[in-house]
């Protein structure tokens, strides 16, 4: 009986741990950087695709990246989905993320992903300049198309940007100024711009939001954020800098030690599918697939972008960014 009994039971076990596998299988856990709602779509329809669902929580790249650090030795989640390039870059510098070569990044162009594969982006998009139309008219002003029309008299008080140490949207404004015309003359240009500059908010769609209601004529953002503003009817007009501009590369990255790798990599080349590329472009961002676009929307490949380096720009964010707070803040 004993002998019985000790087979029943080890065959229990056997079927709770095969059972017991199975569930813990049926999850993958996830931070997100993605617009909540956009977050909630995706990963809705990877689900229903594939019958996994996706634990997330949202974080800003800032507060993903903390988090990861925090958890390094104890990682809670597999994969981190959207955040800025930026962030993914000092992921992988830091040791929390591994490489991994997703099939469906053979889409992606090289200046978009990672060269050892640490991450791939999903989406980019351009920085860009959002006018009031109804303010300009107001103000018998046009437009600004380049970055030296930014600085000009009739502009004061009149344009509106993040503050570079809060927002990485600005940070890249920063970066981008001091990539297209070196260090020196590109902090004369930031200091010149200040003057015109009516408030620093802290995050860097504000200034887009702000212009939506008139409440500045002028902002500076991503395109993405004015096109959507733009389709929910404000009025708006976009442009873009003719020196050229510097972008964002929303992208993906797999945590090092995260507990559900292999469902993590399913869902990471999932990512980059054309399914997900679909709705990525519901939400006026441009993805990297020949996918139909919001009205507004313009493939990064038609703007004229800068040569950027965002590995160059993590190292010196730090140092960049406390030389603006010194020699270009007014206090605003």
């Keep these: 009986m004993r002998k019985i009994f000790l087979t029943l039971m080890l065959s229990s076990l056997m079927v709770f741990l095969l059972v017991g596998g199975t569930f813990a299988q049926d999850y993958v856990t996830a931070y997100t950087s993605l617009d909540e709602q956009l977050a909630r779509k995706v990963f809705e329809k990877y689900e229903e695709n594939t019958g ?4 997330w929580v949202r974080l800003s790249t ?6 990861m650090m925090a958890e390094k030795n104890n ?4 994969i981190w989905v959207g955040g800025v390039g930026l962030g993914h870059i000092q992921a992988k510098e830091s040791g929390l993320t591994i490489p991994f070569e997703a099939e469906n990044a053979a ?12 991450w791939t982006g999903i989406y980019a998009g351009p920085l860009c300049f959002v006018s ?11 437009a600004p198309t380049s970055w030296a029309d930014l600085i000009k008299p009739e502009y004061e008080g009149h344009v509106q940007v993040a503050n570079p140490g809060t927002s990485g949207t600005s940070y890249n404004v920063l970066a981008t100024m001091v990539q297209i015309m070196g260090e020196e003359e ?5 200091k010149k711009l200040d003057k015109n500059i009516i408030q620093y908010t802290r995050s860097g769609s504000k200034p887009g939001k702000n212009a939506a209601i008139g409440e500045v004529p002028i902002g500076i953002g991503y395109a993405h954020d004015q096109v959507k503003l733009k389709a929910q009817g404000y009025p708006l007009t976009i442009t873009f800098p003719e020196e050229g501009t510097g972008y964002e590369v929303a992208s993906i990255s797999l945590i090092k030690g995260g507990k559900e790798t292999e469902l993590a990599k399913d869902l990471y080349n999932w990512l980059l599918s054309e399914e997900a590329a679909e709705i990525y472009a519901s939400f006026y961002v441009v993805p990297f697939r020949d996918v139909e676009l919001m009205d507004g929307a313009m493939p990064i490949s038609e703007v004229n972008t800068i040569d950027q380096d965002d590995v160059w720009a993590g190292k010196n964010k730090e ?10 803040y007014s206090g605003k």
């Excluded at 889409?107 to 640490?118: E, G, I, L």
């Excluded at 009031?132 to 046009?142: A, I, P």
């Excluded at 590109?186 to 930031?190: E, L, T, V």
């Design 52 to 55: 996994i669902k996706v634990e």
């Design 62 to 67: 800032g507060e993903a990246v903390s988090r």
């Design 75 to 78: 990682p809670q989640t597999s």
């Design 319 to 328: 140092r960049l960014v406390e030389k603006w707070n010194e020699e270009v």
């Design 132 to 142: 009031n139309t109804d303010r300009l008219e107001e103000l018998g002003l046009e």
């Design 186 to 190: 590109g902090f004369d240009y930031m």
């Design 107 to 118: 889409h992606v162009p090289a200046k978009f992903k990672d060269v050892d594969n640490y």
